[in-house]
């Protein structure tokens, strides 16, 4: 940028001014570049009208923060040019409208707060936040995917919550691609992968956190944009749910200390991975989860004490964000003096220690006759802290260093960022027909799916993962002594109560249409959930996408956004929390759009949650929901290269009847096991029940399957949605039957002795395959 | 003594995090418990405790060594209460990173002063290589210590382990010769007939010399284990069940076998 635009400011602390005004649009997009603003030529020159005099170099790099897609979400809040007219914010238009609609009575606190809440129980609210880390995971695996994992149990913290559960589902390209294909600045997966894996495990396990849902997928779409998404969940009395920032009150750092690791990380997300990303590794922040643990110990006895008024983590934007979010909620201002904050280096300068995204860091406002106690038990706890400033009734955000001021900003200003426009164009999957020989093998095909990466045991991953600390997990990822995957998990947070947290997921990244893709998802997490005895489920949305600024990339997030609110609505599951990483896109071009719905239900008692393990020979194996033609973008499908083909086509009213029908059979105790039909159809679900039971199988006629296909193959792997595969008792099959009277689904076989997966296919060809073979496909032992 | 009258500790530093399950199961079976900060604990002191335990966690992040840190902490910042607390027969249970922490000290294997600050073992890290999340069989090796009171010799239970340095390494051959001639060997992991698992994995997850999953010291009243007991007390918490859970798992009568000696003191 031209020299002569800067000037210094001040020496002690050393900041520059930037002469706005003097600067042409090319000026002002350098300086958006070489300061790492990452803001758009239109957002620049609204920055240059607004400031009259010419702004630091501090209250610029405020606004890179504050207006960065990551902290803001412009894209999901300003104006869609379509075809058929313009949208207006897809997040109110689709997302929180259902919401609004659906207007739940036991929805506590959405879309406002750091982490959705719910009512658990009369008491108690449940707290659940997923983050995406993408970015820094591609450039620095382990600490990218450990410090995501922090960030959004401090996102629980920030909400008053007692973290009790992580998850994570992670997307990675596949781990044999070759070196010599990448090109620069691509790391292979199989590094991204381990580190990933193990930097998810050392922030959930140091923490004393179970991970206890997730999921792994493969595929070459994310060979240059891996996906690391993080969840995390959390329990607290309704009663110390406290956010009432005051005039007066002290605000007071507490944590880590604040370096120049994680400078720029919002930016950072808020651009495409481009060859120079490897010198932004300074964007990733450090993890250290042993802080961490002291902070949490330290926040909640905060809470119970009740001793702040207000709390926040410190994320994306680090001390800006976190200190002009927390004022500007509260309607009131705030002067931090930065000068107090402990460093882990000197000479860093004001912008960097005010932007820094050090981990391990909250921000509480204390009354001021309430600090002595807050700071008394941040000592107990080995907590180093600081009193940035004290709220007042400004409305605005000033920043003081050594007694200078090197920030001085209207908060309302600042949190008004001009409104933007994105055009999209809108693509319907129109399906090819398919031509495949109907395979004359099932067994073969059967063995072979259950061995493809994506479908697979995760059992590598999950043991090394810590699924039983806090002594709390009823229903585990891994069921039983064979390790059969579980469809939900089933956490008992109250020592006192056998009310229980379910909490699933669902993503069908492979489905070539965005509106059945986030149809399907929604309609997974949901079915997940209810397939282990959850009910009144709530979702939260996490979108992973390319740069929305290219049409088709903004074209199928609309119509995915669509989908959010047709299935929120007819599954009657409201959004309570959601987030978006857009950008995604690499020298290999953009990701895959992804969908990850995470679904939080509850279950009146855990002891009554079903699992996937057979339970009793002779009893009845049933398949509800209707199976067909729909392989689109199937396991099968894909395993056989093949595109083309009808994408599965949720049916909301009829899948949420049946979910209905499903609960009430399981609280009349008439269900004795159940697996959800997803990747791999009724075959692979059927397989792996018999792979969860040590000494049972199940025996099934594929021509008793309520279907609208007669082909073999398509019965047994179609993907279609809304199915499940349910064991009932035997002596109870005329309640059920009367439960499920007018929806689809029959009785398909029985549970029989000895662990196998027994089929007649539609030619009468029989089939048996002993779990021993495919436990060896399955799990690989 | 009564019950009513006798306290339980559950210790704790940065990076602990397995204290409040602990105080869970012990509140449950009658004990009155606390749960201390090392800070705190070298403030009050021992002496009004008849149970100490050192629970499960990431220690100070067992940076250098699994227990290490805190293992160094205790003997220097505790080290005379400790050693008092042990002479005096009183209980003393690690679990996990507890067990590594009681090895670091020098309290187990326990052949020379109660807490001489000089390890004489290890638990190195898992032969796999990696963190193991498992349920694991356990035989009953001995009953030579007051945990293992409630339950019977040979039996077999089910607990899970969570950790990535759980392989019991000792000094010399001989040590390994005296444990077992001194039924100082407590629990084993076993194949499902209820036989050591022979080093074979995953049933033995870590590699441990002899199937060792915990061992206890010379007079028995200080053990030490990998797995977490406190995560098989009840039978929702059980892996697998047909039905209905059982009210309990297997992991309540090691603390039971706690109680009824404090019962006795």
């Known amino acids: ?781 | 003594m009564k019950l009513k009258q006798a306290k339980a500790c559950v210790l704790r530093v940065g990076g602990t995090n397995c204290d409040l399950e602990i105080k869970a199961v012990l509140t449950e079976l009658g004990i009155n418990t606390d749960v201390l900060h090392m800070n705190q604990a070298i403030k009050r002191g021992l002496s009004e405790y008849q149970m100490l335990v050192f629970p499960g966690g990431f220690s100070y992040g067992d940076y250098v060594r699994a227990g290490a840190i805190w293992g160094k902490e205790v003997v220097t910042r505790l080290g005379k209460d400790l050693e008092r607390f042990i002479d005096e027969e009183k209980l003393v249970l690690g679990i996990c990173n507890g067990f590594q922490v009681l090895v670091e000290t020098g309290a187990l294997p326990g052949d020379g002063a109660s807490a001489s600050g000089i390890p004489t073992a290890v638990l190195a890290n898992n032969n796999s290589a990696k963190y193991e999340c498992r349920w694991v069989r356990l035989k009953v090796e001995s009953k030579k210590t007051p945990f293992t009171s409630a339950l019977n010799k040979d039996q077999v239970i089910a607990v899970p382990v969570g950790h990535g340095e759980g392989r019991l390494v000792l000094q010399s051959e001989g040590m390994l010769e005296d444990l077992i001639s001194e039924r100082r060997v407590v629990f084993r992991y076993a194949l499902e007939d209820g036989s050591p698992a022979g080093g074979k994995y995953p049933e033995n997850p870590n590699g441990a010399i002899f199937d060792i999953a915990g061992i206890c010291n010379k007079k028995g009243n200080v053990m030490g284990m990998m797995p977490h007991p406190e995560r098989a007390f009840y039978g929702w918490q059980l892996p697998s069940w047909g039905g209905e859970p059982p009210e309990f798992g297997d992991g309540k009568a090691i603390f039971e076998g706690a109680i009824a000696y404090i019962k006795k003191m």
């Not at chain 1, 740069?547 to 959004?575: I, Q, T």
């Open chain 1, 1 to 781: 940028m031209r020299k002569a635009l800067i000037k210094k400011a001040s020496d002690s602390p050393e900041v520059y001014t930037i002469n706005l005004r003097g600067a042409d649009d090319e000026d002002l997009m350098q300086i958006s570049g070489e300061m790492g603003l990452a803001l758009s030529l239109a957002e620049m020159k609204a920055l240059k009208k607004r400031f009259a005099k010419a702004p630091t170099d501090v209250e610029l790099q405020t606004f890179g923060q504050t207006w960065s897609e990551h902290c803001i979400h412009k894209t999901f809040r300003g104006d869609v040019v379509t075809e058929r007219g313009v949208v207006s914010n897809l997040l109110k238009s689709y997302i929180a409208k259902a919401t609004n609609e659906l207007n739940k009575p036991w929805c506590f606190s959405v879309f406002e707060d750091n982490a959705g809440l719910v009512e658990f129980d009369k008491c108690t609210v449940a707290a659940a936040k997923v983050e995406t880390h993408n970015h820094p995971s591609a450039v620095e695996p382990f600490g990218g995917a450990a410090t995501g994992v922090g960030g959004v149990i401090r996102d629980i913290l920030g909400v008053w919550g007692e973290p009790i559960a992580v998850s994570d589902v992670l997307c990675f390209g596949p781990l044999d691609a070759k070196q010599e294909e990448l090109p620069p600045g691509v790391k292979h997966p199989k590094y991204i992968y381990k580190g990933v894996v193990a930097g998810v495990g050392s922030y959930g396990n140091n923490m004393g956190l179970p991970t206890v849902s997730g999921a792994v997928i493969f595929d070459r779409q994310y060979t240059g944009n891996v996906i690391v998404y993080c969840g995390a969940f959390g329990v607290l009395p309704k009663e110390k749910y406290i956010k009432d920032t005051r005039e007066g009150d002290l605000a007071v750092l507490a944590g880590g200390k604040t370096g120049r690791d994680g400078i720029h990380g919002v930016t950072f997300a808020s651009a495409d991975l481009s060859e120079e990303a490897e010198s932004l590794r300074s964007a990733v922040q450090i993890p250290n989860p042993l802080v961490e643990e002291r902070l949490r110990r330290a926040t909640l006895r905060i809470r119970d004490g009740r001793l702040a008024t207000g709390v926040t983590d410190l994320g994306g934007g680090g001390v800006s964000c976190a200190t002009g979010e927390m004022a500007y909620r509260s309607g009131l201002g705030l002067t931090v003096d930065i000068g107090k904050m402990h460093l882990k280096e000197p000479d860093l300068a004001p912008w960097e220690i005010w932007v820094s995204e050090s981990q391990e860091r909250m921000l509480y406002s204390v009354p001021e006759e309430k600090f002595g106690s807050v700071s008394e038990i941040l000592e107990e706890e080995e907590i180093e802290h600081c009193v940035l400033g004290r709220f007042d009734k400004s409305g605005r955000l000033r920043v003081e260093m050594g007694k200078k001021v090197v920030c001085d900003l209207d908060l309302e200003t600042l949190y008004s960022p001009p409104k933007i426009t994105r055009k999209a164009k809108e693509e319907v999957y129109h399906p090819k027909r398919v031509e495949l020989e109907e395979p004359k093998d099932l067994e073969g095909e059967v063995l072979s799916l259950l061995s493809e990466p994506n479908l697979r045991s995760r059992e590598s991953v999950i043991r090394t993962y810590d699924h039983e600390v806090r002594a709390a997990t009823a229903i585990k990822p891994l069921q039983g002594p064979e390790g059969g995957p579980n469809d939900a998990a089933v956490l008992k947070p109250l020592s006192d109560s056998w009310m229980g947290l379910v909490i699933s997921c669902g993503l069908n990244p492979f489905l070539p249409d965005a509106y059945w893709m986030a149809a399907a998802s929604i309609e997974e997490a949901v079915r997940n959930n209810v397939a282990v005895g959850g009910r009144r489920v709530a979702i939260l949305d996490n979108f992973v996408w390319g740069n929305p600024e290219k049409e088709d990339r903004m074209g199928s997030l609309l119509r995915a956004c669509e989908a959010c609110y047709d299935f929120s609505k007819a599954l009657d599951v409201p959004f309570i929390s959601g987030k978006d990483s857009l950008y995604n896109e690499s020298p290999l071009g953009p990701v895959r759009p992804t969908l990850l719905i995470t679904g939080i239900g509850i279950i009146p008692d855990v002891r009554k949650a079903v699992t996937t393990e057979l339970k009793g020979e002779g009893n009845p194996v049933y398949v509800i929901g209707m199976t067909k033609d729909e392989l689109g973008g199937s396991a099968y499908y894909r395993s056989k290269g093949l595109d083309g083909g009808e994408v599965p086509k949720a049916n909301g009213p009829m899948a949420k009847a049946v979910m209905n029908a499903l609960t009430t059979s399981m609280d009349m105790g008439i269900v004795r096991s159940c697996h959800d039909v997803s990747e791999g159809g009724i075959g692979l679900a059927a397989a792996e029940m018999a792979i969860s039971s040590p000494r049972r199988g199940i025996k099934m006629d594929l021509k008793r399957i309520p279907s609208q296909t007669k082909r073999s193959d398509s019965i047994i792997f179609s993907e279609s949605t809304g199915r499940f595969l349910v064991e009932a008792d035997a002596g109870r099959t005329e309640e059920f039957d009367k439960i499920f009277y007018g929806l689809p689904g029959a009785k398909i076989g029985e549970v029989v002795d000895g662990s196998r997966l027994a089929f007649m296919d539609m030619g009468g060809k029989e089939y048996s395959i002993d779990s021993k073979r495919l436990r060896l496909a399955w799990r690989g032992y």
